[in-house]
């Protein structure tokens, strides 16, 4: 007997109650909570023995990929903001609970040397590195050009951007052959928002990044793509990445979407780990969207 669900109900499909966090906000306070594939994700050995970093590992998409790693065999390091702690711990238990490896390296990846010591220190506690998932971002919406600072394009920048080439650059040396990249654009790399005049423009740079990496790669037999995400329901959008009138039809016609719903972190983990594993060989330099039907081209 199957049990194949209706993809328009079988997630949360309702409107959100209106809430705001302070950036970049906890996972655990949300209401109702995301579902990362913490009851979820099953795993079968997709990814047996493997070695991932992924930052902002400790809530939504990051979080997600981190469940179904570990799920799938992987030992598993995540980054994440310090004063984001409460939710890197659930994640932590939540991969000790399948018999894999957690490490928790909390730090800001605006900062050039704090990348270079996460990936130092993923690979020493990991006893090495195969998979990189670079899915942390910062998103906080502003509505005119005139009222968005210099230091708010900086960071976001430096997030979204300048962090994956740092975070590469030193992961190099330790990556072996077969290794996967994997990058976080989104539906605003094709589509920009008008309110995110910063955050879209780093989402493009990011497709740009893993188009040029992945043919820069390819001869040392390391892959790398990148997922895009359409508007998903995770603690970057309730802490500013939308304003909070726009919450409750957040994924219906807050952007709008054909599926008329916000995606769940848990609906991206499959492309995270099909991207990571073998059965994506012939797969580099592309973007995977999932996006509730919104057209990327
Ligand atoms: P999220 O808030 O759960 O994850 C973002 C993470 O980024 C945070 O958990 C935090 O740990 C990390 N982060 C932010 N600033 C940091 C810094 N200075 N140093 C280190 N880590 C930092 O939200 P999410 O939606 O899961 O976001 C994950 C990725 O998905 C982001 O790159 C985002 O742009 C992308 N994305 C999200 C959506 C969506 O609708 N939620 C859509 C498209 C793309
Ligand atoms: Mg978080």
Known sequence: MSDLKNPLTQYFHDEFPEQYQEPPGLQGQMNPLPDCGEKSYKGSGKLNGRKALVTGGDSGIGRAAAIAYAREGADVAINYLPVEEPDAEE???????????????????????????????????????????????????????????????????????????WVVKAALPHLPEGASIITTSSVEGYNPSPMLLDYAVTKKAIIGFTQALGGQLASKGIRVNSVAPGPFWTPLQISGGQPSENI?????????????????????????????????????????????GTVTA
């Open 248 to 292: 409750p039809k957040f994924g219906k016609s807050t952007p709008p979407t054909p599926q008329k719903r916000a995606g769940q972190p848990v609906e991206l983990a499959g492309i995270y780990v099909f991207l990571a594993s073998e059965a994506a060989s012939y797969v580099t330099g592309q973007v995977y969207s999932a996006t509730g």
């Open 91 to 165: 994640v932590k238990n939540l991969i000790e609970a399948e018999g894999q490896k957690a490490v928790l390296i909390p730090g800001d990846l605006s900062d050039e040397t704090f990348c270079k010591d996460l990936v130092e220190k993923a690979n020493a506690e990991l006893g090495g590195l195969d998979i990189l998932a670079l899915v942390a971002g910062k998103q906080q919406a502003v509505e005119n050009i005139a009222d968005l600072s210099t230091e708010q394009i900086e960071k976001t920048f430096a997030i979204n951007v300048f962090s994956l080439y």
